[in-house]
Structure formats: C-alpha cells, structure tokens
C-alpha cells in the first residue's frame, strides 16, 4: 500500500491537467483501493473539484497563488502533514514551488521543456514523453531519478454530433483538430494546407491567442467558409465520433495526447514530424507524418488518408493496437504505482 499526496496548481484547460483529472480518478477507482491510498490539493476551481467529486477522489482546494502567496505553503504543510504520505507527486512548475520538503519522496510530474530549477531538492522527475528525459538530464538531473511513463486515454465512444450546427455539410471530409491556439500547434500551417484538400471541413477545437490571427489567415486565403473554430471543448469523444481524422499539425509536440485520443477511439492520424508524434507513431503503420511546416506535404498525406478508405482502415487497426498494449487505463495506472511505489529515500 502507497499513500500518496498529489498537488495540482495549473488553470482550467490544458493537456497535463485534463490527465492529471483521469489518473486521480483512476487511481480513486475501489479495485485500486488495495494498491493505494491518496489525497489530492488543487487550485481552486469549480469545475475540477465537481469532476473530482463525482470520482470519490479525497481532496482541497488552496490558493496556489504567485510569488507572494505564502499561506498556500503553510496550508499544504500542514495538510500533507497530517495525510502522512509515502511520496508527494506535484504537477508542473507552480505546484512544484509550493510543495514543502518534508518525510516523504517529493516527485515531479511534467508534460513541457521547462527549466527544472522548480524541482529543486525534489527526488525524481516524472516525464510523459522520451524527449523531455533528455531535456531534463541535459539540464544535469540525474538519469537515474527522471523517469517516462505515458499518458492514458478514456476509450469510451462518442456520440455523433449534427454537423449542421457547426455549418458542415454531412458527407464532407471532416478533419479535427485539438489544442490551444498557439504558435507551437502550428494551426496556420494546416490552414495553409486545408486549402490544398478541396471540399474538406476543418475543426478547431480550442483557445488561446492566435485565434484572431488564425481567423484572419483563413479569410485571407479564402478557406474561412470551410475552418470552424469551436473554442474550448470537453467532448472530445464527441468531435472524434464525427470527424473522419484527426490531424497534429504542431510545430512543438512534447507527447502529442491527441494522437492517443484518436488512437483509442478508431480514427486515422495525420500528424507532422514534432518530436511526441515522431515517438509515438510509426509513419505508414499507425499514422502518417509530414515534415514540419510543410503545407504541401501535410494535405498530401490529408488527401491520401481521405482518398484511400482501405489505408485509412489500416491506420485505424494499427492505431487501436497499439493504444490498446501501450497507453489504456490499466496499463498506465499500473505504471505509475510500481514506479512510485519503488521510490525510496
């Protein structure tokens, strides 16, 4: 039995917090209650807290403010206190800053390049993509305390959506899109390459502060009637039931979660050659790859998949597989507390 302590400071959306919600409540499911025991401090957040809630995960809630937010420690300190964990696992820089040293195993779990000054005094580092190993041990973290383990997906069908709500006819080829709207999703490279794929629809699902950039390079370029930006989502399983692919056009990729979703819920990949899908996806098996910035070359492979029904099949079988042995709840879960159960002082 592991008693472990998690901390969460990070905002609403975003990637690393939409896991953090489902390995929790993974964790809090009762025929793990044998394996581990666990209590959980997140940013205030209503949303979160309910999600938490409903899963019958132990948790509060603290400030997790900046700089000058000194009560946040004190309170943690005392809460982890008197929980008396095994290992406490904070999650990204600021929960990081915040988790007091104490009698226990203090673990970092991050998603992104980022400088690991945060995690100083910290025992290991948890990393969910191979790169970030090498970004991690580059800045002189041991290689013995920094640590890959995956992200899991919920593999639970969707639920077709209208299109004609969102102003796409039915039997159009329908590519989806998922992720904050920022430079390194490299969203206007696909909108680039959109034009190249006639008659195709294009949805984006999320925000953040290219969007006004995004919309006025699809006017431009006269594919405005065919990009429909849905900003913030939570029915990913719902986009993934109704589009015909999914496309990861980043520019900057640490893992590429969205190739996993669409893994596991039976839709082809078309992704460019950032580093997280590079790792995850074999280029003709269980998707396909285009170089980066590279609009031409990412419709050819757009149009290959929509041409092709017998390629994008394969893709799709491949892809489930390979979900299937590497990245489902069970596998992970178990991952993640052999690991954190071997952590030793």
Not at 261 to 282: C, F, N, T, Y
């Amino acid at each position: 039995m592991i008693r472990l302590y998690q901390t969460m400071a990070g905002a609403r959306h975003g990637g690393a917090e939409v896991f953090f919600e489902r390995l929790v409540s993974a964790m809090a499911k009762p025929e793990r209650g044998a394996v581990v025991t666990q209590r959980v401090a997140i940013r205030r957040d209503e949303r979160r807290a309910g999600i938490l809630r409903s899963a019958g995960v132990d948790f509060t809630e603290l400030g997790f403010g900046g700089a000058l937010d000194f009560l946040t420690p004190w309170q943690l300190r005392k809460d982890i206190r008197a929980f008396a964990p095994d290992v406490v696992l904070a999650w990204m820089n600021r929960a990081a800053s915040k988790t007091p040293p104490g009698d226990y195993i203090r673990a970092g779990r991050i998603g992104g390049y980022y400088d690991i000054k945060y995690y100083r005094g910290f025992d290991h580092l948890i990393c969910n993509a191979p790169g970030l190993i090498d970004h991690v041990t580059g800045q002189g973290w041991s290689s013995e305390r920094a640590h890959y383990l995956p992200n899991f997906v919920d593999a639970a069908p969707g639920q077709v959506l209208d299109r004609n709500v969102f102003g796409t006819p039915k039997d159009a080829p329908l590519l989806l899109a998922l992720g904050r709207l920022h430079r390194n999703k490299a969203f206007d490279v696909l909108i680039r390459a959109l034009a190249k794929v006639p008659d195709a629809y294009l949805w984006i699902a999320g925000t953040g502060p290219e969007e006004g950039a995004l919309k006025a390079l699809a006017m431009e370029i006269g594919v405005a009637p065919r990009v429909v930006f849905l900003g913030w989502r939570d029915d990913t399983a719902d986009l993934l039931a109704t589009a015909d692919l999914l496309v990861c056009s980043s520019r900057v990729e640490g893992l590429g979660n969205v190739v996993i979703e669409a893994w596991a819920r039976d839709r082809p990949v078309v992704a460019a050659r950032s580093e997280g899908p590079m790792h995850l996806i074999r280029d003709g098996e269980t998707g396909l790859l285009a170089d980066l910035e590279d609009a031409e070359g990412l419709a050819a492979q757009l149009k290959a998949v929509i041409a092709d029904k017998a390629l994008a099949a394969s893709l799709v079988a491949a892809g489930r597989a390979e979900y299937e042995a590497k990245f489902s709840e069970d596998t992970v879960v178990r991952q993640y507390l052999e690991l954190l159960s071997s952590f030793r002082r």
